[in-house]
Structure formats: structure tokens, C-alpha cells
């Protein structure tokens, strides 16, 4: 399967800032954007905490030993990065909100506490606000961040996995296949969960690369499988000349596959089909492959391209640095318009000593 993140693919003809992110956690700031706010009442206290150089699992731990409650009973919307200053909301059962206001420990910082009536599930999120500072190799120069900030504002950002998805050692995907071949099967189902879904997030990233290697990347073809970006619905491409303004206006985006059992199929003999068979053949996978695990991955459609809110790219008075900021909507990788806005190869995006981004977090919510 191959490696998506040495190639620039919306802003390739562009040139890119260069450049890597900072090596302090506060040169990486992100903010999230929850989908509700608590309500006041009930049996889950709601905590919206500050963490700097940890990661939210080892934060969830943390508070759950603060509360005196299990850390499986410790609910959050989705994974922030460890190398990073971040806030996010997260819920601990049958806890007291004023037993938690300004808890602090060093590392995590509780900043607000409200009683809610149900635990905070994985996705319960709008997105995500990130301000992130780059160190800059080459002068500033204005024209070029506009013409980038001016292609993905206009094209959207290419929704790639980020690097994140697939382990340490970049191997999950890997591990993934021997579950589906039945060559391996971890006993704990979350396990077995995160390396299917690392295969299918390989196989998504696989299919996008091709299909931005074909001519007219924006134009849809007949048969090929089109989202709605305000409601999420689904609906094959009749019409190329009349579909292709509405992606470039970003009402529809064209969409690739999280392969599965029960994943909306391009229409038989279609252009798309060819090139998803192509990927899983590549992988030495076919479609009934997936039928074994039709629980764990039934299967879903997932936009190329997405819309980006508020880029900017602002250069700041130290000599050689900028500062990015941009709200990125729920499992979006900040890492991966980063490489579009520099060139700059995603495993070397992190200044030496940092974490590396694919040390930074678990598997977020994704494909299922």
C-alpha cells in the first residue's frame, strides 16, 4: 500500500512554505469545537481541560484517578495530540462538578466543570481550531502563502489519513490484512476494530492518490459515488457537466471508500469501480474479503476533499517563523495540510527532539 505523505497532490504546481512546526507543545495549539455544551443537570460532570506534552489517554487516566472512578467510565468526543498544547472536553461519571473545578496536576488543568445528563461519545464534536507555528526555511513571502491560502480555500483540502492512523511503526494496515485473511486475530475486539480500520484508512488514502492522478481531477464521472456536504447523502454521478460546478462550489465532494460489507458501491462497469477494485487488488484483497468482519467494518464513504474555515498563514516578528491558523472539521489531519501548505514530508513536519506526530495519538474516530 503506498505511502501518501511525501506527495503534495492539491497544491503541487504551488510552491510550498517549507518549513517544520516548532519544538515547543506551544508552537501546536488546538482548540476543540464541541458539538453541545453540558446542560447543568445530571450524573456526568463535563470537565473542559488544558494538557500540555501528554496525550488524551494518559489525561483521561489522570482525571479518572483525580475522580476516583474507572478510566473506562471517562468519556471524550475524540484524540488530541500529545507534542501540543490542547483543550478538550471530557465527561467522568458520578462526579460532583465542584470537585473537579481547577483540579490541576502539572501537565492537565481542568478549566470548567457542568453536570450533563449522558457520558460524551467519540465523534460528539464540530471540529477542531488549531494555531501552530512554523519555523519558515526560506524568506517570507507573501504571494506565495496567498496563492496557497487562495487554492485550499477554493479546492478544499485533500482528506487524507494522517500518519497517526497507522501505529508507530506505520505497520497496523498490515495487521489489518492478517485479521480479514484470518491469519490473526487479537482476542480484545477494540484491537481487532483498530487494525481493520487502519486497513481500510491505507486503502482510502491509496484510492485518493490515484484518483487525483487522473485528468480533469475534479470532474466526476459517470457512476461515481458523490456526497452532499450539507447532509451527508449519498448519490451516484448522472450527470459529469452538471455535478462537476457543484464540487467546485463545494456543495458535493466526490468521495473514495472505506471498504466494508455494506459501503455504497459506484455503479457496475464505472470508472470508479475499476479503480476500487484496483486498490484492493493491489493489496491482494477482494470485496468479500471484508464480508467476515461486517459488525467491526461494515463499511462507509468518506469526502476527497473537505472545506477549511479560516486559514490564514501571518508571519510573526521573530525572523523566519508564521503562524498558521485554521478550523478543521472532525477527523481531519492537521499534519496533512501542513505537508499541502509546505512540501515539507509529514515525518519530518516535527522539529528534532519533538515527538513524532506518529507518536502523538491513538487511533481517532474514523472509518467504521
Avoid at 244 to 253: C, K, L
Wanted: aromatic share 6%; charged share 25%; with cysteine.
Amino acid at each position: 500500500m503506498t505511502s501518501a505523505w511525501n506527495r503534495t497532490i492539491g497544491t503541487a504546481d504551488l510552491e510550498g512554505l517549507a518549513g517544520h512546526i516548532g519544538p515547543a507543545p506551544e508552537d501546536f495549539q488546538v482548540t476543540e469545537i464541541p458539538a453541545y455544551l453540558p446542560s447543568g443537570q445530571g450524573d456526568h460532570c463535563f470537565v473542559r481541560i488544558r494538557k500540555r506534552g501528554v496525550g488524551s489517554p494518559e489525561a483521561a487516566a489522570r482525571l479518572a484517578r483525580a475522580a476516583r472512578v474507572p478510566v473506562s467510565g471517562v468519556g471524550m468526543a475524540g484524540m488530541k495530540d500529545r507534542w501540543a498544547v490542547a483543550e478538550q472536553w471530557m465527561s467522568l461519571p458520578d462526579t460532583q462538578p465542584e470537585s473537579m473545578i481547577g483540579w490541576m496536576d502539572g501537565e492537565v488543568e481542568v478549566l470548567e466543570a457542568m453536570a450533563h445528563p449522558h457520558k460524551l461519545r467519540t465523534g460528539h464534536l464540530r471540529g477542531n481550531r488549531f494555531s501552530i507555528r512554523l519555523v519558515e526555511s526560506r524568506p517570507w513571502d507573501a504571494v506565495r502563502a496567498g496563492a496557497l491560502e487562495e487554492r485550499i480555500a477554493s479546492m478544499g483540502l485533500v482528506n487524507l489519513f494522517g500518519p497517526q492512523r497507522f501505529g508507530r511503526d506505520s505497520d497496523n494496515a498490515a495487521h489489518g490484512i492478517d485479521v480479514l485473511l484470518g491469519r490473526r486475530a487479537p482476542r480484545d475486539r477494540r484491537q481487532r476494530r483498530l487494525l481493520v480500520s487502519a486497513l481500510q484508512s491505507a486503502l482510502f488514502n491509496d484510492y485518493l492518490l490515484e484518483r487525483f492522478a487522473w485528468d480533469q481531477p475534479l470532474r466526476p464521472r459517470r457512476g461515481e459515488i458523490l456526497e452532499r456536504l450539507s447532509s451527508g447523502g449519498l448519490f451516484p454521478c448522472g450527470s459529469p457537466e452538471e455535478d462537476e460546478p457543484r464540487i467546485r462550489q463545494g456543495e458535493v465532494s466526490l468521495t473514495g471508500p472505506i471498504f466494508g460489507a455494506r459501503m455504497r458501491r459506484p455503479a457496475p462497469g464505472s470508472e470508479a469501480e475499476a479503480l476500487e477494485n484496483a486498490v484492493l487488488q493491489g493489496a491482494g484483497l477482494g470485496r468479500e474479503a471484508f464480508d467476515s468482519q461486517r459488525k467491526l467494518a461494515p463499511g462507509s464513504r468518506r469526502p476527497l476533499l473537505v472545506r477549511v474555515e479560516g486559514l490564514t498563514i501571518t508571519p510573526l516578528a521573530e525572523e523566519g517563523t508564521l503562524r498558521v491558523d485554521v478550523t478543521l472539521p472532525p477527523g481531519v489531519y492537521a499534519t496533512v495540510l501542513l505537508h499541502e501548505l509546505t512540501h515539507t514530508p509529514v515525518k519530518e513536519l516535527r522539529s528534532p527532539g519533538a515527538v513524532h506526530p506518529e507518536e502523538e495519538i491513538g487511533l481517532p474516530p474514523g472509518p467504521s
